[in-house]
């Protein structure tokens, strides 16, 4: 084995309105998937039947490495929440994060207003907007003392 096989594996792919024959392509991909640690959704629209096709296919044991799954931003019915707080119930290692994302509105104030170099220009669309908040976090943790609303021992 080489050392690159015990690297953490990420798909980041927040905002891209991603519709459901790409997702159900993706979520097929995850079943043979044994490296991938961490895939992020969040505000991608995804309903009950991308719920019902991602859990189907961590169920069955599809990306056993998988230890973080952010879904927040993401309107899910009361189903959907129970079929990912029984798939937690099976894959505890398993953090899955579900809820809004923080408020935009504030975060856009606070963007428009920094004078960092590289803070995206207001109106550069909600992808850059998640990767400035993201990096923000990165760069000051527990800001706000926010953790979404996290599904977890």
């Known amino acids: 084995m ?3 096989e015990h690297l953490p594996v990420s798909l980041e792919l927040p905002a891209c309105r991603c519709w459901m024959p790409p997702l159900l392509q993706l ?3 995850l079943k043979s998937n044994s490296s991938i640690t961490s895939v992020n959704l969040s505000a991608n629209h995804i309903g009950d039947e991308g719920i019902q096709a991602l ?3 961590l169920q069955d044991g599809g990306a056993p490495e998988l230890i973080n799954l952010d ?3 993401n309107t899910l019915s009361d189903d959907a929440q129970q079929l990912l707080t029984d798939l937690h ?3 505890k290692q398993l953090v899955i994060e579900t809820g809004p994302l923080p408020d935009e509105s504030a975060a856009e104030a606070a963007a428009s207003s920094s004078s960092k170099p590289g803070t995206p220009a207001k109106g550069r ?3 850059a907007h998640i990767q400035q908040q993201q990096q923000q976090q990165q760069e000051q943790p527990d800001k706000d003392g926010w953790d979404g609303q996290s599904i977890k021992d």
């Open 2 to 4: 080489s050392r690159l």
């Open 27 to 29: 979520f097929e991909a």
């Open 55 to 57: 859990v189907d296919v």
């Open 71 to 73: 879904l927040r931003g």
């Open 89 to 91: 119930k099976r894959r």
């Open 125 to 127: 669309g909600r992808a």
